[in-house]
């Protein structure tokens, strides 16, 4: 004799048997348009990472330039006030600094303010990065300040 249980299981594991023939005669075109649709996100997310990477290498260079011309203009006014550097000595050498960071910028988007100690250096710039079918412009405001002791 067989338990409730047992024989439940196996009269529904025969139904399922053959509910599972029936949907897979059905099914058949349903799988090749499965396999379809993962190949479309695979080229999707390929599609995806390739442009992630090209606007990578088109925009970290860019970025890692205005870190630099950051830092150096932070530099610049620390110790503008030690050497006793006038505003214009100041512009020019934070000009040399952005010509060394290949940074498109003139004399007088620099805007130095230099007055017993203090000393603050504001630059505005923009660079517009190609990306083939959409011109980007980054904008960059870059500012350093000195705070002095007395």
Not at 99 to 123: L, T
Request: charged share 20%.
């Amino acid at each position: 004799m067989c338990r409730s249980g047992q024989f439940r299981r196996l009269v529904g594991s025969r139904e399922s048997a053959s509910h599972t023939v029936v949907a897979r005669q059905g099914q058949l075109p349903a799988r090749s348009s499965q396999r379809g649709n993962s190949r479309f996100k695979l080229i999707v997310f390929l599609v995806v990472v390739v442009a992630m990477i090209y606007l990578g290498v088109k925009v970290i260079p860019i970025l890692v330039n205005n870190l630099q011309f950051q830092d150096a203009i932070e530099s610049t006014a620390r110790f503008a006030s030690v050497n006793r550097q006038s505003p214009e000595d100041i512009r020019a050498a934070v000009l040399k600094q952005a010509q060394e960071e290949d940074i498109p910028i003139a004399a007088k988007d620099i805007h130095v303010k230099g007055e017993s100690g203090r000393v603050e250096i504001a630059a505005d710039y923009s660079v517009t990065v190609d990306l083939g079918v959409y011109q980007w412009t980054l904008n960059f405001h870059p500012y350093a300040k000195n705070n002095p002791l007395l």
